[in-house]
């Protein structure tokens, strides 16, 4: 399969700025005059639509804006890097209402960290109507989904009307992405999991479909009413925890990495890692692991991404074990910490075993350390931290 192309639609687009140096009482949003916060600057554009989209530009930093945050449909956001912008709400998550008949939505995330879910759902809409959502270069952190309304039908790799979701360059390995009623479109991502579900069929068979290329995917899930139809990804090689599968509209050729179920009704397939573990999640949120002073934080070998809830065992605790961490056994592993507790913090220090961008890291409730392994240097090197 040749690359695929995001199609953007032909519509006005104007600007809004948001910068740390900027000010939500004198700015007035322009480049020259930004505002400070993202809230300021979505609550001042009045007359987005279909066809006066607005994109609002994100200056280094991280971003609050309000609880369980309601977006418009025709409003993106564009950051100045995955690493280097990062938006959320206060608490809860994102949602994106389509509630259209007459005008297609278009909300793009671009070059930014989105530590929180990100939910859209199109419960309304005309069947000549077309929503995208677009995904590029960006850090996922929690759970994507997208429920379209079932008007879909895919012609030549885009849905001639009903609701896409375009990723491209992603990164979320502990990410889910979930689609239902849309056209999914995946390319150059590194995720944790990705579902798409559909049960229903037009007249001539056609089933809904996931366009997938060049990706690596940890668990991957499929089902629908037509599976000869519900890929469309001929000629295309995935790589899924270091073992490659070709995956085919020709069911008969799916290999021995897939596990395949089917009835006169429906049919399942789960692509699942076979040779080596992709990631591991310890603890949940509800019951973090308990950390005590002197006994390092464990390592499980062989994972490449390992997420961890966290929380001082009886209280505050600042680690005095060396190394503070066990050692990873294979470069680039990544390691996230997820503080659990408002006063049962655990605090790691610089040195023994860790390389911070501070002289202490204090993980209270849901603060996030992210570190990677260092195998030349043998510790644990910081990637970024969210307090």
């Known amino acids: 399969m040749s690359n695929l192309v995001f199609p953007l639609p032909a519509r006005t687009i104007r600007a809004r700025y948001v910068s740390k140096s900027g000010s939500d009482t004198s700015g007035d949003g322009s480049i020259g005059n930004p505002y400070l916060t993202v809230q300021t600057a979505l609550a001042a554009i009045t007359d987005a639509s279909g066809s006066n989209l607005y994109t609002i530009f994100i200056g280094p930093g991280s971003y609050t804006m309000g609880a369980s945050q309601v977006l418009s449909p025709f409003v993106s956001y564009q950051g100045s890097g995955k690493g280097v912008t990062s938006l959320q709400p206060s608490s809860g998550g994102f949602s994106i209402p389509l509630n259209l008949n007459t005008t297609a939505a278009l909300v793009e995330f671009s070059d930014i960290q989105l530590p929180s879910n990100v939910t859209i759902t199109r419960t309304a809409g005309g069947t000549s109507v077309f929503n995208e959502i677009h995904f590029t270069n960006c850090r996922l952190f929690g759970a994507i989904s997208y429920t379209g309304t079932g008007d879909i039908r895919d012609v030549g790799g885009f849905s001639t009307n009903g609701d896409d979701l375009y990723m491209r360059d992603c990164e979320g390995l502990f990410a889910t992405v979930t689609t239902a009623g849309t056209v999914g479109h995946i390319q150059g991502c590194f995720l944790g999991n990705v579902t798409h579900s559909d049960t229903g069929v037009d007249a001539s068979g056609q089933g809904f479909v996931m366009n997938l290329n060049n990706n690596r995917i940890g668990n991957f899930a499929i089902s629908g009413a037509a599976l000869a139809n519900l890929f469309n990804t001929r000629n295309s090689r995935y790589t899924l925890n270091g073992t490659s599968v070709a995956i085919s509209s020709d069911v008969?050729?799916?290999s021995n990495n897939l596990t395949l179920n089917s009835s006169a009704t429906?049919?399942?397939?789960?692509?699942?890692?076979?040779?080596n573990a992709f990631n591991k999640i310890t603890g949940t949120s509800a019951s973090p692991s308990l950390?005590?002073?002197?006994?390092?934080?464990?390592?499980?070998?062989?994972?490449?991404?390992?997420?961890?809830?966290?929380?001082?065992?009886?209280?505050?605790?600042?680690m005095s074990a060396s190394p503070q961490i066990a050692a990873g056994n294979?470069?680039?592993q990544i390691r996230f910490l997820i503080g659990r507790h408002a006063t049962n913090t655990v605090t790691v220090s610089?040195?023994?075993?860790?390389?911070?961008?501070?002289?202490?890291?204090v993980l209270g409730l849901n603060s996030v350390l992210g570190l990677t392994w260092d195998a030349s240097a043998a510790v644990w090197?910081?990637?970024?931290?969210?307090?």
């Open 266 to 275: 429906e049919a399942q397939i789960t692509i699942t890692n076979q040779a």
């Open 291 to 318: 950390i005590s002073a002197g006994t390092a934080i464990t390592t499980t070998s062989n994972i490449l991404m390992q997420k961890q809830y966290v929380a001082g065992n009886g209280g505050a605790v600042t």
């Open 330 to 332: 294979k470069e680039g």
């Open 381 to 387: 090197v910081e990637l970024f931290f969210k307090a």
């Open 350 to 361: 610089d040195g023994t075993g860790l390389s911070l961008g501070a002289a202490t890291r």
């Open 252 to 254: 008969s050729s799916f």
